[in-house]
T-cell receptor, first 115, second 115 residues
């Protein structure tokens, strides 16, 4: 299956700072990527869909000005959490959907802790 | 609209006994269904998937699931549990809806395996 990487795997930051998470597709070109958030002991919730070369589509309740998504190339999508607060502490996971296999491939996730 | 219901938030079995994790779904069209496993502080691993081929799907590590359209179910089973199976399991449905392609995660079922 396709390989998706995320960097960093974990990050700790102070409240008010911004954090960028990178999601790379290593062996394919991804026109569409998905960003999910998972709070402790909860399921994954879709935050936004990232389209290469165009604006991301955000799910209801997700602040687009707080969670900036950039998908400038077919192999890289970034999620920037701006002015992070402790309530943004979560596990962020990116995913690519391969329409050929009708399957989504998930990155290993990034654990964000905001102090 | 798609939805996924995992009927048990947690299941506890003894090592060597059968595992049953229940999942019901709703979808307007022809969904693809998946089971993922997530070990603590880890990313998602695909166990198996149904994409309109055989209704009985075999996955990795001895897991299998049966797609029953009449019951809108996709229960996950394994004949004999192993200690290493203890993890969180997610039932997932992917389908095209009015808002485009969507992937919806169930709330998850935590599997405990007793020695």
């Amino acid at each position: 299956g396709a390989v998706v990487s995320q960097h960093p795997s974990w990050v700790i930051c102070k409240s008010g700072t911004s954090v960028k998470i990178e999601c790379r597709s290593l062996d394919f070109q991804a026109t569409t990527m998905f960003w999910y958030r998972q709070f402790p002991k909860q399921s994954l919730m879709l935050m936004a869909t990232s389209n290469e070369g165009s604006k991301a589509t955000y799910e209801q309740g997700v602040e687009k000005d707080k969670f900036l998504i950039n998908h400038a190339s077919l192999t890289l999508s970034t999620l920037t959490v701006t002015s992070a607060h402790p309530e943004d502490s979560s596990f962020y996971i990116c995913s690519y959907r391969d329409s050929s296999y009708n399957e989504q491939f998930f990155g290993p996730g990034t654990r964000l802790t905001v102090l | 609209a798609q939805s996924v219901t995992q009927l048990d938030s947690h299941v506890s079995v003894s090592e060597g006994t059968p595992v049953l994790l229940r999942c019901n779904y709703s979808s307007s069209y022809s969904p693809s269904l998946f089971w993922y496993v997530q070990h603590p502080n880890k990313g998602l691993q695909l166990l198996l998937k149904y994409t309109s081929a055989a209704t009985l799907v075999k996955g990795i590590n001895g897991f299998e699931a049966e797609f029953k359209k009449s019951e809108t179910s996709f229960h996950l089973t394994k004949p004999s549990a192993h200690m290493s199976d203890a993890a969180e399991y997610f039932c997932v449905v992917s389908d095209w809806g009015t808002g485009g392609f969507k992937t919806i995660f169930g709330a998850g079922t935590r599997l405990f395996v007793k020695a």
